[in-house]
């Protein structure tokens, strides 16, 4: 790794640490100058250099070539272990110079070839909120969302230098890579960004008929026997934000009071005007009434006649590969009411051809389930012997 020109240019190496070099080696030896070298760097805080220097002390110690200091493939088999142990070291120390300098960029381009991303996430995490723009930041939003080190502090940033629309593309394009609790945040922050937009433009025109009204009423209060919000295909929001957020609230798991928010959202969306509303596949072709039902059995509220929706429209697919969204649907859903019984069930009669690759796992669902005899079917349907016999030996 070596420092760009630009950077070379604000911190030149004066004459007289080079002559101090020189005369430290010819009185001391070459471990002497390393060692001096470290120091002066430190001192200039150079540290893309301090870190080809570690690693160029580390291989004169080894007896290796000296050309390439940071590089790895001139280090023979049986040393290399030594030095991708001071590889390591030196990204490490690197890493954690660059955050106390506060450049984060810099300093993930040490620990991510390292893999140690905690450090970065928790000074993405302390950065204060700010609407302005700079290229510093721009780096950090893409580390932070599209690297996965923070997603949730990369959304919030964001959110406040692009908006809304970019959020959601962003969003869209990197939600299936994280793990459940960061969909379950970032999903938290889109309900409530758009839940606070709606909310404040439904009151500024309540407002124009009643002034009187309390701004901390909620949506559905705010909506409530007012009609005449929609009239003539009337609207609050970019309605593509809105199908998108709710979409994207499906990850909130509960308890969460952003669900009973979402709720709301689907309920503004089911009065707009048709034109206005988003068809989707099966069973979220009625979009914001299969919305709120889905919302509403993960709050435990009327939740059998919600699961009953569901089941109702896995039953009305006409084929068996038109079941398939419809039964991932419902077995996610029952999973987390706690049904898995049930969920079980369902899966092996629908989804349990599908592959682990599929965003769903028959076989580990049978497993926390313990229904082993489920999984032994399904692999004898597949005349899959080694899947039997797995199956078998958990049993």
């Known amino acids: 790794m070596h420092v760009p020109p630009a950077f070379e240019a604000i911190h030149p190496m004066s004459d007289s640490a080079f002559e101090q070099l020189a005369s430290v080696k010819a009185s001391g030896g070459g471990a002497a100058a390393l060692d001096r070298l470290a120091e002066t760097l430190l001192e200039q ?14 291989k004169f110690e080894l007896g290796l070539p000296l050309s390439r200091p940071a590089s790895l493939q001139d ?23 660059f955050l106390k300098q506060g450049d984060i960029p810099a300093a993930w381009m040490y620990l991510q070839v390292i893999r140690e991303p905690e450090s970065v996430a928790a000074a993405i995490a302390a950065l204060p909120e700010s609407d302005e723009y700079s290229p510093q930041r721009e780096q950090i939003v893409q580390i932070a969302l599209y690297q996965g080190v923070h997603p949730e502090a990369g959304l919030k940033m964001m959110l406040r230098s692009h908006g809304t629309c970019s959020s959601i593309t962003s969003l869209d394009q990197v939600l299936h890579g994280m793990s459940p609790e960061q969909r379950d945040a970032c999903a938290k922050i889109m309900v409530r960004n758009l839940y606070r937009d709606l909310h404040g433009s439904v009151l500024r025109h309540v407002q124009q008929r009643v002034p009187t009204i309390e701004p901390d009423v909620t949506l559905r209060q705010l909506l409530a026997g007012r009609d005449w919000l929609f009239e003539e295909g009337g609207y609050h ?10 979409r994207f609230a499906r990850n909130i798991n509960p308890p969460a009071e952003e669900l009973d928010m979402a709720i ?24 914001y009434p299969a919305h709120i039902a889905f919302f509403k059995a993960l709050i435990d509220k009327d939740r059998d006649a919600s699961l009953q929706f569901f089941r109702d429209k896995l039953a009305a697919a006409p084929d068996e590969q038109a ?10 859903l029952l999973i987390r009411c706690g049904r898995s019984d049930e969920a079980v069930s ?26 082993f005899d489920l999984l032994r079917q399904a692999a004898a349907e597949r005349n899959d012997l080694v899947g039997f016999t797995a199956a078998l ?3």
């Open 264 to 287: 709301q959202l689907s309920e503004y969306g089911k009065r707009l005007d048709s034109r206005l509303q988003y068809g989707s596949e099966p069973p979220f072709d009625d979009y």
């Open 45 to 58: 805080q150079d540290y893309h250099k301090l870190f080809d220097a570690r690693m160029l002390k580390r």
């Open 346 to 371: 369902i899966a092996a009669g629908h989804l349990a051809h599908l592959n682990d690759d599929a965003s769903f796992s028959f076989a580990d669902l049978c497993r926390q389930t313990g229904r």
């Open 237 to 246: 929001i970019d309605t593509s934000h809105l199908s998108s957020v709710v």
């Open 323 to 332: 079941k398939a969204l419809p039964a991932f649907v419902l077995v996610d």
């Open 75 to 97: 280090v023979p088999e049986d040393q290399r272990k030594t030095v991708e142990e001071a590889y390591v070291a030196a990204a490490r120390e690197a890493g954690a110079l």
């Open 393 to 395: 030996l958990q049993e």
